[in-house]
């Protein structure tokens, strides 16, 4: 193992990193909040139109679909292009597809809204990571303030959604959830983003070493890839399945006497979903924290094997004890993800850092789509509880090829933090960007 670099002070954050910090965290927000309405609406959704579940669950399909499979060509353009653009793009083309949802006077007209929603929160990921990874110098505790901000819009839309619904119909959802994405579109064009603190380091040319870098980014993409169905899929189900095993809360509410009867069960499964997602915001900071001082793979690693078994509990429990687990997995689920994102980071090029990040995301978010499809066949075998042990197959698969990169890496000294070691020597002397 190679000696890390002397460790720098670490700076404070200046001006121009807390505009992209606030810019990025306002589209991070915007972009999990659009893609978790559909699920808490699957239940009103399906009272609307008179669907089974299944079918309902369905007209997500090109949505989840597009905003996995735009992620690459948005990196390549952004690349090519600038972020700030791309990211103005992103809320902008969002807020207007979130109105035409609410305006969907069928379901075709509904699942082509949804799709192009799905199309511009594509967007964000490679250029919001990789306008992170370039130019804040604390990358791992900049990529878990971002993911929080993520995380807040995976909390807030069951409940927001529940509420709206409940309260205004289905269509009041996306309506109101527009505004803040048209709001974040202008604040984008007046903030400076402009700039980097990556150092530039050139990419070696040497065949075998840029063939080493190529396989270990393939690894990793396969494990990101199982992690994007298990994610997909337990966030589809995770609402329908409170509604159906924890109705403690329901049943609390119904004895208020001032609280109106109907929709209560669908607002306390979705507040249940939002508190159970609200740790993930606390996962998020304590991975980042990590990332900065601690090698990534076995962070990467230690992060899903826990939540491994979790996963599978929640197959098993009801009420109060699902709830709990559910936090709990939460936690790992989303912690993981600024130790993903370094992972991401370290092992691309500064000057292709979008496209890497477009890779990534159309492998968790487009090939991770297939859990719609997956968690039909899942669900009709033997109900919403028999589809966890099948997403914690997905993750027990993710371990091996993520065991397979520390293995293959093991010369390595993977780390986030630009002032200590944001790039590794090769001990054959090629470095890893």
Same mark, same amino acid.
């Given at each position: 193992m190679t000696s890390a670099t002397p460790e720098r002070p670490v700076q404070r954050v200046t001006?121009?990193? @807390?505009?992209? %910090?606030? #810019?990025?965290? #306002?589209?991070?927000? /915007?972009?999990?909040?659009?893609?978790?309405v559909f699920p808490s609406l699957a239940l009103a959704l399906r009272t609307a139109f008179d669907l089974p579940l299944d079918q309902v669950l369905a007209i997500s399909f090109w949505m989840y679909l597009l905003y996995g499979l735009g992620a690459l060509p948005s990196g390549i353009i952004t690349d090519l292009w600038r972020p700030r653009g791309m990211l103005a793009i992103c809320l902008l083309g969002m807020g207007a597809c979130a109105l035409a949802a609410s305006r969907a006077g069928s379901l075709g007209h509904l699942?082509? !809204? +949804? =799709?192009? +929603?799905?199309?511009?929160? !594509?967007?964000?990921?490679?250029?919001?990571? =990789?306008?992170i990874s370039r130019g804040v110098a604390r990358r791992g505790w900049a990529l878990g303030v971002n993911g929080v901000c993520g995380n807040l819009g995976v909390v807030a839309a069951p409940l927001l959604t529940g509420l709206l619904a409940v309260a205004l119909g289905w269509r009041a959802a996306y309506l109101v959830l527009a505004a803040p994405a048209l709001i974040g579109g202008v604040l984008v064009l007046c903030l400076d983003i402009s700039g980097e603190v990556e150092p530039h380091i050139p990419v070696p040319a040497d065949r075998?070493? /840029? *063939? @080493? @870098? #190529?396989?270990?980014?393939? %690894?990793?993409?396969?494990?990101?890839?199982?992690g994007g169905i298990a994610?997909? *899929? /337990?966030? &589809?189900? &995770?609402? =329908?399945?409170?509604? /159906?095993?924890?109705?403690?809360?329901?049943?609390? #509410?119904e004895r208020l006497r001032w609280w109106p009867a109907v929709g209560t069960k669908t607002v306390a499964a979705t507040a249940l979903t939002s508190v159970a997602y609200l740790s993930g915001a606390w996962g998020q900071v304590v991975g980042g924290h990590l990332a900065d001082r601690h090698d990534l793979r076995p962070l990467y690693c230690?992060?899903?094997?826990? !939540? &491994?078994? &979790?996963?599978?509990?929640?197959?098993?429990?009801?009420? %109060?004890? +699902?709830l709990a687990c559910a936090f709990a997995y939460a936690f790992f689920a989303f912690g993981m993800q600024p130790i993903e994102n370094s992972l991401v980071a370290v092992l691309t090029p500064s000057r292709l850092r979008s496209t890497g990040y477009g890779l990534k995301f159309i492998l968790t978010f487009g090939v991770g789509a297939l859990a719609v499809r997956l968690v039909g066949v899942w669900q009709g075998q033997g109900g919403l509880a028999a589809v966890f042990p099948w997403l914690a197959a997905c993750i027990g698969l993710l371990l091996v090829f993520a065991g397979l990169l520390w293995w293959a890496t093991r010369h390595e000294r993977l780390r986030a933090f630009q002032g200590t070691v944001a790039v590794t020597a090769d001990p054959e002397g090629g470095r890893l960007v």
């Amino acid at each position: 193992m190679t000696s890390a670099t002397p460790e720098r002070p670490v700076q404070r954050v200046t001006a121009r990193e @807390r505009n992209i %910090l606030l #810019v990025t965290g #306002v589209a991070h927000f /915007q972009a999990h909040l659009y893609m978790l309405v559909f699920p808490s609406l699957a239940l009103a959704l399906r009272t609307a139109f008179d669907l089974p579940l299944d079918q309902v669950l369905a007209i997500s399909f090109w949505m989840y679909l597009l905003y996995g499979l735009g992620a690459l060509p948005s990196g390549i353009i952004t690349d090519l292009w600038r972020p700030r653009g791309m990211l103005a793009i992103c809320l902008l083309g969002m807020g207007a597809c979130a109105l035409a949802a609410s305006r969907a006077g069928s379901l075709g007209h509904l699942r082509w !809204s +949804l =799709a192009g +929603l799905g199309l511009f929160a !594509s967007i964000y990921h490679p250029a919001g990571m =990789a306008l992170i990874s370039r130019g804040v110098a604390r990358r791992g505790w900049a990529l878990g303030v971002n993911g929080v901000c993520g995380n807040l819009g995976v909390v807030a839309a069951p409940l927001l959604t529940g509420l709206l619904a409940v309260a205004l119909g289905w269509r009041a959802a996306y309506l109101v959830l527009a505004a803040p994405a048209l709001i974040g579109g202008v604040l984008v064009l007046c903030l400076d983003i402009s700039g980097e603190v990556e150092p530039h380091i050139p990419v070696p040319a040497d065949r075998r070493t /840029q *063939g @080493r @870098r #190529v396989f270990y980014f393939a %690894l990793l993409c396969m494990a990101m890839m199982l992690g994007g169905i298990a994610y997909r *899929g /337990q966030t &589809l189900i &995770l609402p =329908a399945y409170f509604e /159906q095993k924890a109705d403690f809360l329901a049943a609390a #509410v119904e004895r208020l006497r001032w609280w109106p009867a109907v929709g209560t069960k669908t607002v306390a499964a979705t507040a249940l979903t939002s508190v159970a997602y609200l740790s993930g915001a606390w996962g998020q900071v304590v991975g980042g924290h990590l990332a900065d001082r601690h090698d990534l793979r076995p962070l990467y690693c230690l992060f899903h094997g826990l !939540s &491994l078994p &979790l996963l599978l509990a929640l197959a098993w429990l009801t009420n %109060l004890p +699902l709830l709990a687990c559910a936090f709990a997995y939460a936690f790992f689920a989303f912690g993981m993800q600024p130790i993903e994102n370094s992972l991401v980071a370290v092992l691309t090029p500064s000057r292709l850092r979008s496209t890497g990040y477009g890779l990534k995301f159309i492998l968790t978010f487009g090939v991770g789509a297939l859990a719609v499809r997956l968690v039909g066949v899942w669900q009709g075998q033997g109900g919403l509880a028999a589809v966890f042990p099948w997403l914690a197959a997905c993750i027990g698969l993710l371990l091996v090829f993520a065991g397979l990169l520390w293995w293959a890496t093991r010369h390595e000294r993977l780390r986030a933090f630009q002032g200590t070691v944001a790039v590794t020597a090769d001990p054959e002397g090629g470095r890893l960007v």
